[in-house]
């Protein structure tokens, strides 16, 4: 199994390496898409595989590195075999920080890896905000989509999640945004997030699952001294834009697999008929016991239906 990193291609960072770069943030001053940073998953047996890739997207706050041992997964099973690409979103992970932060553009930094890779057609597999990204590239560019798969998302925006569901992710943000990380100037990695822990504690964010997937995206520069690889504050200026959606008018008549968290509010009962009406392909699957990660909580049945979805599709 191969694991590359990609990194967006600007004139600060042609032709470099990983090691030295890996923490390298570029800010890009444009409503325009970016090139995304990805990682590619790929063995012998993708080679000579013809069939669609994977383009795997995460969710707010999220990044290419909660995908890895998904892909292994996917990579291992599918029939037939497909190449994996899983990106980190702008704004995340190694990829640009920009001021600008919406679906559109995160759909139109999709278009531009399509380019990048040289490639016409793609299965799209989006989480959260990843998976409200690739419906919105499903519905106005269904020509690039094969099919679609949506981790714990709908498409449907109602006033209920507007006030109670995304307004969780706003507040972690603005906590994050209050932690001082000057201090940790010189400390080691290891320490440095058992100190930033203690904080967030603090700070009233007490699920050490939530913490600890938090606390992946700190990061230590160079010079040692520490940041977020989430562009905190542009993510809080523009994060009424992830409230923005109305897909009522598209269709997008392809293959759709939705896979939600039984115990999620993400994708709740009321949704399952106005969801029909957009994709009328769909199969919508609820696994037991699961939140909102439910491919990080349940990953092997997470990956069997994926793998089902797929291998029905031929």
């Given at each position: ?169 706003l507040n972690i943000l ?47 520069n160079p010079d040692r ?90």
């Amino acid at each position: 199994m191969i694991f590359i990193k990609r990194f967006p291609n600007t004139k600060h960072v042609n032709n470099c390496i990983k090691s030295k770069f890996k923490n390298l943030h570029v800010s890009v001053n444009a409503k325009t898409a970016v090139n995304l940073a990805y990682q590619v998953i790929q063995n012998d047996k993708t080679k000579n595989s013809s069939a669609n890739p994977i383009i795997i997207s995460h969710g707010l706050m999220g990044q290419s590195n909660n995908w890895k041992s998904v892909s292994k997964c996917l990579l291992q099973d599918l029939v037939p075999n497909r190449k994996i690409y899983v990106i980190d979103n702008r704004n995340h992970g190694d990829s640009p920080h920009t001021p600008d932060h919406s679906y559109e553009l995160m759909s139109d930094d999709t278009v531009q890896l399509y380019s990048t890779l040289g490639l016409t057609e793609a299965v799209l597999l989006g989480h959260s905000m990843g998976g409200r990204a690739f419906m919105h590239t499903a519905l106005t560019k269904p020509e690039k989509v094969s099919s679609l798969i949506l981790v714990d998302i709908s498409p449907i925006i109602e006033g209920d999640e507007v006030k109670t569901i995304l307004a969780d992710p706003l507040n972690i943000l603005k906590t994050l945004a209050t932690i001082d990380l000057r201090k940790q100037k010189g400390i080691e990695l290891h320490e440095g997030r058992k100190i930033v822990d203690k904080e967030l504690k603090k700070l009233s964010i007490d699920r050490p699952g939530l913490r600890q997937f938090i606390l992946q995206n700190l990061k230590q520069n160079p010079d040692r001294s520490w940041s977020w690889k989430i562009n905190i504050p542009t993510l809080i200026e523009k994060y009424s834009n992830l409230k923005l959606l109305n897909f009522k008018n598209f269709v997008y008549d392809k293959p759709v697999l939705i896979v939600a968290g039984e115990k999620s509010n993400f994708v709740p009962i009321s949704h399952i008929e106005p969801i029909k009406k957009i994709f009328p392909n769909v199969r919508i699957e609820f696994v037991p016991n699961a939140g909102h990660l439910v491919h990080m909580e349940h990953s092997k049945l997470f990956c069997e239906i994926v793998i089902d979805f797929l291998a029905s599709l031929h």
